[in-house]
């Protein structure tokens, strides 16, 4: 496993077939994340979404939005050690839609934090096009529970 796989799950809880962060490409812990996801035509979703027609759906969009986000909100000092767990959506928007074979960009730059509290803006982008946009929520646990 390469080194950079390691700080992918170092950095998020999530495995597959929910990890949506294939690349890291620029951290400053507590500020701002660029990651890459690679959209491949095995993605799990593509046979129902839509058959012949295959389309990233815009939950995914987001929650590969917030797991950038996550990653920008670790290593910061506000909230060490603990899980940041998404909490909101806000002004969400799709402007094009992704497909198999498209390389996702998405930058998150943190707003605010405050208490367990923080927001990012997040922007993503196809082939230098923005496909989508939002404002995402976090609050902070100390780990995810299943019971």
């Given amino acids: 496993m390469s080194q950079e796989a390691f700080e992918i799950f170092r950095r998020l809880p999530h495995r597959y077939p929910m990890l949506m962060v294939d690349r890291i490409l620029h951290v400053e812990p507590g500020q701002r994340a660029v990651a890459v996801?690679?959209?491949s035509v095995n993605e799990p979703y593509f046979p129902g979404h839509y058959p012949g027609q295959p389309i990233m759906p815009g939950v995914l969009i987001l929650e590969a939005m917030a797991q950038v986000g996550g990653i920008a909100l670790s290593g910061g000092e506000e909230q060490p050690e603990k899980i940041p767990l998404l909490a909101?959506?806000?002004?969400?928007?799709f402007r094009r839609p992704v497909t198999?074979?498209?390389?996702l960009e998405i930058e998150t730059t943190v707003a605010r934090v405050r208490g367990n509290m923080g927001?990012?803006?997040?922007v993503a982008w196809v082939d230098g096009k923005v496909v989508a946009e939002a404002e995402l929520l976090f609050t902070w646990v100390d780990e995810v529970k299943v019971e």
């Avoid at 198999?100 to 390389?103: A, F, L, S, T, V």
């Fill in 88 to 93: 909101g959506v806000e002004k969400a928007r």
């Fill in 37 to 39: 996801k690679c959209v």
């Fill in 100 to 103: 198999p074979g498209d390389r």
């Fill in 119 to 122: 927001k990012i803006e997040s």
